[in-house]
Protein backbone atom coordinates (compact mmCIF):
# COMPACT_ATOMS: atom_id res chain seq x y z
CA UNK A 1 0.00 0.00 0.00
CA UNK A 2 0.94 3.41 -1.08
CA UNK A 3 -0.57 6.27 0.75
CA UNK A 4 -0.08 9.68 -0.21
CA UNK A 5 -1.85 13.23 1.16
CA UNK A 6 0.74 15.72 1.00
CA UNK A 7 3.29 15.32 -1.26
CA UNK A 8 2.33 14.68 -4.92
CA UNK A 9 0.52 17.87 -5.59
CA UNK A 10 3.85 20.04 -5.10
CA UNK A 11 5.22 17.86 -8.20
CA UNK A 12 4.32 20.54 -10.63
CA UNK A 13 7.59 19.53 -13.25
CA UNK A 14 6.20 16.59 -15.38
CA UNK A 15 9.49 14.62 -14.91
CA UNK A 16 9.13 14.76 -11.24
CA UNK A 17 5.65 13.70 -11.62
CA UNK A 18 7.09 10.61 -14.12
CA UNK A 19 9.65 9.94 -11.57
CA UNK A 20 7.15 9.77 -8.39
CA UNK A 21 4.61 7.57 -10.55
CA UNK A 22 7.14 5.42 -11.42
CA UNK A 23 7.99 4.97 -7.77
CA UNK A 24 4.54 3.93 -6.95
CA UNK A 25 4.34 1.76 -9.67
CA UNK A 26 7.75 -0.19 -8.76
CA UNK A 27 6.69 -0.40 -5.27
CA UNK A 28 3.37 -1.52 -5.10
CA UNK A 29 2.76 -4.55 -5.53
CA UNK A 30 -0.28 -6.82 -8.16
CA UNK A 31 -3.34 -5.82 -5.63
CA UNK A 32 -1.66 -3.50 -4.28
CA UNK A 33 -4.03 0.00 -2.79
CA UNK A 34 -2.51 3.16 -3.96
CA UNK A 35 -4.62 5.96 -1.84
CA UNK A 36 -4.17 9.78 -3.00
CA UNK A 37 -5.33 12.94 -1.54
CA UNK A 38 -3.91 15.90 -3.45
CA UNK A 39 -5.56 19.36 -4.17
CA UNK A 40 -8.98 19.41 -6.38
CA UNK A 41 -9.53 22.04 -9.61
CA UNK A 42 -11.62 24.01 -6.92
CA UNK A 43 -8.12 24.22 -4.33
CA UNK A 44 -6.08 27.58 -3.54
CA UNK A 45 -3.06 27.98 -6.61
CA UNK A 46 -0.51 27.71 -3.55
CA UNK A 47 0.10 26.12 -0.60
CA UNK A 48 2.43 27.61 2.45
CA UNK A 49 3.42 30.22 -0.73
CA UNK A 50 4.60 26.96 -2.97
CA UNK A 51 2.92 26.40 -6.10
CA UNK A 52 0.65 22.93 -6.73
CA UNK A 53 -0.59 20.95 -9.09
CA UNK A 54 -4.55 20.46 -9.07
CA UNK A 55 -6.38 17.31 -10.11
CA UNK A 56 -9.98 16.58 -11.12
CA UNK A 57 -11.26 13.35 -10.32
CA UNK A 58 -11.16 12.18 -14.00
CA UNK A 59 -7.58 13.61 -14.24
CA UNK A 60 -6.79 11.48 -11.56
CA UNK A 61 -8.19 8.75 -12.60
CA UNK A 62 -6.08 9.22 -16.00
CA UNK A 63 -2.85 9.91 -13.91
CA UNK A 64 -2.82 6.45 -12.56
CA UNK A 65 -4.97 4.31 -15.46
CA UNK A 66 -1.91 2.72 -17.48
CA UNK A 67 -0.91 0.19 -13.78
CA UNK A 68 -3.99 1.21 -11.31
CA UNK A 69 -7.82 0.93 -11.55
CA UNK A 70 -10.19 3.51 -9.81
CA UNK A 71 -11.96 2.08 -6.96
CA UNK A 72 -13.29 4.97 -5.91
CA UNK A 73 -13.00 9.04 -5.83
CA UNK A 74 -14.61 11.91 -4.15
CA UNK A 75 -13.55 15.72 -2.85
CA UNK A 76 -14.08 16.86 0.51
CA UNK A 77 -13.26 20.36 1.91
CA UNK A 78 -10.48 20.58 4.72
CA UNK A 79 -10.36 24.03 7.26
CA UNK A 80 -7.37 24.19 8.11
CA UNK A 81 -5.83 25.58 11.37
CA UNK A 82 -5.26 28.94 9.59
CA UNK A 83 -9.67 29.13 8.81
CA UNK A 84 -9.03 28.78 5.14
CA UNK A 85 -9.90 25.98 3.33
CA UNK A 86 -8.97 23.41 0.85
CA UNK A 87 -10.35 21.29 -1.50
CA UNK A 88 -8.96 17.84 -1.69
CA UNK A 89 -9.87 15.05 -4.59
CA UNK A 90 -9.25 11.81 -2.92
CA UNK A 91 -8.85 8.34 -4.42
CA UNK A 92 -8.31 4.91 -3.95
CA UNK A 93 -7.10 2.69 -6.81
CA UNK A 94 -5.87 -1.04 -7.01
CA UNK A 95 -2.79 -2.21 -8.79
CA UNK A 96 -3.64 -4.18 -11.77
CA UNK A 97 -0.79 -4.33 -14.02
CA UNK A 98 2.66 -3.40 -14.16
CA UNK A 99 3.35 -0.48 -17.07
CA UNK A 100 6.69 -0.92 -19.18
CA UNK A 101 9.48 0.92 -17.46
CA UNK A 102 12.12 1.94 -19.63
CA UNK A 103 14.94 4.28 -18.92
CA UNK A 104 16.79 5.25 -16.08
CA UNK A 105 15.44 7.70 -12.96
CA UNK A 106 17.92 10.15 -13.73
Not at 23 to 37: D, T, V
Not at 64 to 73: G, K, M, P, R
Request: proline share 4%; aromatic share 14%.
Amino acid sequence: MWYDRAAYHFLTDPKEVSLYTRSEEMAIEKAGLLLMGIFSTNSPLKCSGIPVQQYSDESLKHQFSDTFEAINTFTIDHQTPFSTTQNFVFGRFKKIGTKSVVGDFG
